[in-house]
Every structure is written in structure tokens, then in C-alpha cells.
């Protein structure tokens, strides 16, 4: 039987007390919990563990949640995980500038556990939600590939699935830029989906598997009529 992963949060406080207590109530939510007292620190888990959300103090002995927050948004590994600022309860300016960089949310010190659980698990949420669907093409990513494959394992039903690489797109968008390249793709995917409409199902699923390849999951009746379609589609265009 399948358990549902445990979300993975990052607490950076430099306050002993306030970071064990935290620690402690997250883990009894069912989270896995990671804290830092200093700004290196965090860095530095960070690239270690795979993190879900930050919840990030401002005012750090090293450097200040700023500076560690620019750095999460500008490392491929964390640019995309939801981070929330704990900031006093006046700061105002430290807020506006923490949601001009990028912040999904903030709490002010001092905080209610049930509300800032409640702020974690909806920053978690919205981001789940916006990494199922690529930013180019709006097909949803390999999460939603792998669930659909499992539902169907677990189900026992009749499936295959058919693989269209582009290849060459790295090269097309070196030599004429990232618009010239997702024009393309989109166009390649259009033409995707307006064949697995025509001669799919409608519990068809066409998604990513990687940025340049795609797969249409359908019944093994609907592979060869749709696989010959598009080879013909795309060999005239």
C-alpha cells in the first residue's frame, strides 16, 4: 500500500527555544522537520535535502533572512519552494520588501502555531498546484504522469503509453531564442492534442515527461491510430 510522502519544512530562527517548539509541533502535524539558528546554515541544508516550504526569520547573527532568501530564489534546487517570513509585529517595511522579492506570506511574532500551520500548509498547497502544469505548453507535469500510472496498476486496466521527444529544441532555442523555442513546442503540442481528442478517449492523459518530451497514456486500441496521425501531421509540418 502507497503512503502519501511526508512534506518537508525548513525552520531558520535563531531563537533555541522558539525552534525547538516549532520543530516539535510540526513534527506532531506529520511534517519532517529541519531547523537552523544561523543563515549559512540554512544555505546549507537547503542544498542538501529536498524542501516543500521555508519558514524564514528576518533578523538572523549571520546573515539576515534577506540575503538567505535571495539565495533560495536564485538556486535552481529552491528558486520554486514557498517561503514564509516571520517578522515582528510592526515591521512593516520588512513585510512589503519580503513579498517584492518573493515571499509567499509572512507572521508576525508573536504567532499562533494553528495559524502559521494553517499559512505552511496553504503555501504548500498553492505551490503543489502550480508545479502540476507547465508554464509553456499548460500540460500537466510528471507528477500527475506518475499518478495516473499508478491509478491504472492499481486498477489492473488495459493501457500503453506513446513517447514524442522534440528532438533538437535545445538547439533551436540557442540559436533563436526561448520565444522561437516555445512557440515551438506549444504549436507540437497543439497539434497533440487536437489528434488525441480526435482519436483518443476522453480519460486520455496527454503530459510531460521531461521539457522536451511528451506522452499520450491511452487504451492500446488508440496507440497506433494516434502515434500514425501525428507522424504523418508532423512530417507535413
Same mark, same amino acid.
Given at each position: 500500500m502507497n503512503t502519501k510522502p511526508q512534506h518537508c519544512?525548513?525552520?531558520?530562527?535563531?531563537?533555541?527555544?522558539?525552534?525547538?517548539?516549532?520543530?516539535?509541533y510540526f513534527k506532531m502535524q506529520g511534517y519532517e522537520v529541519f531547523s537552523a539558528e544561523q543563515g549559512s546554515e540554512a544555505l546549507a541544508i537547503s542544498?542538501?535535502?529536498?524542501?516543500?516550504?521555508? +519558514? @524564514?526569520?528576518? $533578523?538572523?547573527? #549571520?546573515?539576515?533572512?534577506? &540575503?538567505?532568501?535571495?539565495?533560495?530564489?536564485?538556486?535552481r534546487q529552491t528558486q520554486k519552494v514557498p517561503i514564509i517570513f516571520m517578522t515582528e509585529k510592526n515591521a512593516q517595511a520588512d513585510r512589503l520588501h519580503g513579498l517584492e522579492m518573493g515571499v509567499v506570506d509572512y507572521v508576525t511574532?508573536?504567532?499562533?502555531?494553528?495559524?502559521?500551520?494553517l499559512r505552511v500548509r496553504n503555501?504548500?498547497?498553492?505551490?503543489?498546484?502550480a508545479a502540476t502544469l507547465n508554464a509553456v505548453?499548460?500540460?500537466?507535469?510528471?507528477? +500527475? @504522469?506518475?499518478? $495516473?500510472?499508478? #491509478?491504472?496498476?492499481?486498477? &489492473?486496466?488495459d493501457w500503453t503509453a506513446v513517447?514524442?521527444?522534440?528532438?533538437?529544441?535545445?538547439?533551436?532555442?540557442?540559436?533563436?531564442?526561448?520565444?522561437?523555442?516555445?512557440?515551438?513546442?506549444?504549436?507540437?503540442?497543439?497539434?497533440?492534442?487536437?489528434?488525441?481528442?480526435?482519436?483518443?478517449?476522453?480519460?486520455?492523459?496527454?503530459s510531460h515527461l521531461s521539457d522536451n518530451e511528451l506522452v499520450v497514456v491511452t487504451h492500446p486500441r488508440n496507440a497506433a491510430a494516434i502515434r500514425s496521425r501525428l507522424e504523418t501531421r508532423l512530417r507535413h509540418s
Open positions: 519544512i525548513l525552520i531558520v530562527e535563531d531563537d533555541a527555544d522558539v525552534s525547538a517548539m516549532l520543530s516539535l542544498a542538501e535535502q529536498r524542501l516543500d516550504l521555508v +519558514v @524564514l526569520d528576518i $533578523r538572523l547573527p #549571520d546573515i539576515d533572512g534577506y &540575503e538567505v532568501c535571495r539565495q533560495l530564489l536564485t538556486q511574532k508573536p504567532f499562533d502555531n494553528q495559524e502559521l500551520h503555501a504548500i498547497q498553492r505551490a503543489e498546484q505548453t499548460e500540460l500537466p507535469e510528471t507528477p +500527475v @504522469l506518475e499518478k $495516473r500510472i499508478y #491509478d491504472l496498476l492499481d486498477h &489492473e486496466r513517447l514524442f521527444a522534440l528532438g533538437g529544441l535545445s538547439t533551436l532555442r540557442e540559436r533563436y531564442g526561448f520565444v522561437a523555442a516555445d512557440d515551438m513546442l506549444r504549436a507540437v503540442t497543439l497539434m497533440i492534442r487536437n489528434t488525441v481528442r480526435e482519436l483518443g478517449d476522453d480519460a486520455d492523459l496527454l
